[in-house]
């Protein structure tokens, strides 16, 4: 046994093979490709030593090794695969679109699964296929080669998040095909205007980062994206992609910048907010009409308008919550609820004033003769409003009849007390008497009046003061029921001022009701209808 453990036949083969390195250098270069020249001869030091010679002899080389160690010997991976300096490296540009994963409009950011596929040729990858066992195509790791420095112009993630690190598939005639598996965020400037019914176009800019055209010529590498491994997004609808090749100048440096960019046409799909943003909208909108449609004098119309005012300012909060914060668009739906909340306000405010119609007293003056004509004429035979419910106008006629009632009782008690007085007297006049059917009758009545001898003189005198007594009496009565009858009158006046002015109120109130209703059927049209299908 030797001083390293090693039997006197392996020392003496280590030995030998040791010899042979030192006259043959490079024999094991099938073996292992080092990186460096001292590298490698500590390797192979190492590899001696710790291995003996028959192991040595024995193990055969896999050929995609022995390739690999040929195509990588020498090889710079910081240095552009090309022999002359003035020759640019075309990098063909390629998108697999799998996924849509968001859209984030209110940061404006759009996330997508996207498979990169990159290619270009190399010309120090090259071999014969008949010298490797026809091996045509060979997987090496990414970072033993040359890599394009191609990134997202747009990007709005850290460039640090890097990308997987696959393997780059790489042929006999230097051709390298390297597909990328990654989740890019890209920045996106979100057009809200016809939002929930918007299109949105983003685009995803590649380009080398720091090699001119002259040293790195990017391009598209199909006329058309990849869309066989899609998945369907529910929010959006992929219309297209497309791609596009462009060269730029950049104020650094005098040499252009190709790029290629894909545009991705997105549509929104608007069941979700019909459901959840248009209907309430429009429900809400019909709560406004409903405010003229309420009675006056139930007393809720105004608390009817403020609560529907409030409904919407809540409603209109929480759909700018998803919007960006840009005053560059206005949204469809925020000029919707505007326009609504508008009509809200003003709906109060002229529910005030169909109020103040309602409730206008006898204090107020008469309806005046134009606001009679006009409104309690055609517009309301137009309007359908019914007529029957008036107040009579033959106010004549209630107050003939109330007029000959008093005027009869008032005959009849003047007349009672007349006979009274003459009887008293003496002497019993022609009495009137007016029957149940307002026919007078005369009766002629005499009395004997025996007069004492002591009341001779008193008794004529004691008549005069009676029939003045009752005559004042009859004045009296007369008085009042003059007032009573003019109070009545008054009463009949007032009312029929009050209920004029309610029917103003009332064919107000059902002119709003059009015109809103005219107003939130055209807005909720050409807003919500229209205009989107003519954008």
Same mark, same amino acid.
């Given at each position: 046994?030797?001083?390293? #453990? ?19 250098? =490079? ?37 995609? +090794? ?16 090309? +022999? ?40 120090? %990858? ?35 998040? #890097? ?42 800019? @590649?380009? *080398?980062?720091?090699?001119? =055209?002259? +040293?790195?010529?990017? /391009? ?13 997004? #529910? ?20 040499? *252009? ?40 004098? *139930? ?7 403020? /609560? ?34 508008? %009509? /809200? ?7 005030? @004033? ?8 006898? *204090? ?31 106010? +004549? ?38 029957? #149940? ?47 009573? %009858? ?50």
């Amino acid at each position: 046994m030797g001083p390293w #453990g090693f039997t006197e036949k392996q020392l003496s083969g280590n030995v030998k093979i040791v010899i042979l390195l030192m006259l043959m250098p =490079g024999r094991l270069a099938d073996l292992l490709k080092p990186d460096s020249i001292s590298e490698g001869a500590f390797y192979n030091v190492t590899y001696v030593i710790s291995h003996n010679a028959d192991d040595v002899t024995s193990r055969p080389v896999p050929d995609e +090794q022995r390739l690999m160690n040929h195509i990588l010997r020498g090889y710079e991976k910081a240095v552009r695969p090309v +022999q002359n300096a003035s020759t640019a490296v075309i990098v063909k540009m390629g998108l697999t679109l799998t996924q849509i994963f968001d859209m984030d409009e209110k940061n404006q950011v759009l996330v997508t699964n996207v498979w990169l596929d990159q290619e270009w040729d190399d010309e120090f %990858l090259k071999w014969d296929p008949l010298q490797f066992s026809n091996v045509t195509k060979i997987r090496i790791p990414c970072h033993k080669i040359w890599l394009p420095d191609i990134v997202l112009y747009n990007n709005a993630a850290e460039y640090t998040d #890097g990308v997987m690190l696959a393997n780059a598939m790489v042929e006999h005639n230097g051709n390298v095909f390297w597909p990328i598996p990654t989740k890019l965020q890209s920045s996106c400037k979100v057009d809200v205007t016809y939002f929930p019914f918007d299109d949105q176009i983003c685009k995803m800019k @590649f380009g *080398s980062w720091t090699y001119d =055209g002259f +040293q790195v010529d990017i /391009t598209n590498r199909s006329q058309e994206v990849d869309l066989s491994n899609y998945v369907v997004n #529910g929010e959006w609808v992929l219309i297209s992609v497309r791609v596009q090749r462009n060269v730029v100048y950049y104020t650094c440096c005098p040499e *252009s910048f190709p790029d290629v960019t894909f545009f991705i046409h997105i549509r929104r799909r608007t069941l979700y907010y019909m459901y959840n943003v248009i209907f309430p909208c429009i429900m809400m909108s019909a709560l406004t009409l409903l405010v003229f449609c309420l009675p006056p004098d *139930s007393g809720e119309k105004i608390a009817l308008g403020i /609560t529907v005012l409030l409904a919407f300012s809540v409603f209109m909060l929480a759909v700018a919550e998803n919007l960006p914060e840009t005053s560059e668009f206005v949204p469809l739906i925020s000029i919707y609820l505007t326009i609504v909340m508008s %009509l /809200t306000s003003v709906s109060v405010i002229m529910t005030v @004033f169909v109020l103040n119609l309602h409730h206008r007293g006898p *204090s107020r003056n008469a309806v005046p003769a134009w606001i009679r004509g006009i409104l309690l004429g055609p517009i309301q035979s137009i309007l359908c409003v019914g007529k029957n419910d008036r107040i009579p106008t033959g106010r +004549q006629g209630s107050r003939f009849l109330r007029t000959m009632s008093l005027r009869a009782t008032l005959e009849n008690i003047a007349q009672e007390l007349q006979n009274e007085a003459q009887l008293e007297n003496g002497v019993m006049a022609d009495t009137i008497v007016t029957d #149940g059917q307002g026919t007078t009758l005369h009766n002629e009545t005499r009395c004997d009046v025996r007069l004492l001898p002591n009341d001779n003189h008193q008794r004529p005198r004691r008549g005069i003061q009676v029939k003045n007594l009752h005559t004042k009496s009859h004045e009296e009565i007369v008085r009042n029921l003059q007032s009573i %009858l003019d109070k009545h009158e008054k009463e009949d006046r007032d009312y029929e001022i009050i209920q004029e002015w309610r029917k103003v109120a009332q064919v107000v109130d059902r002119i709003l009701f059009w015109i809103f209703l005219f107003g939130t059927l055209s807005s909720t049209l050409i807003i919500l209808v229209i205009t989107p299908a003519v954008k």
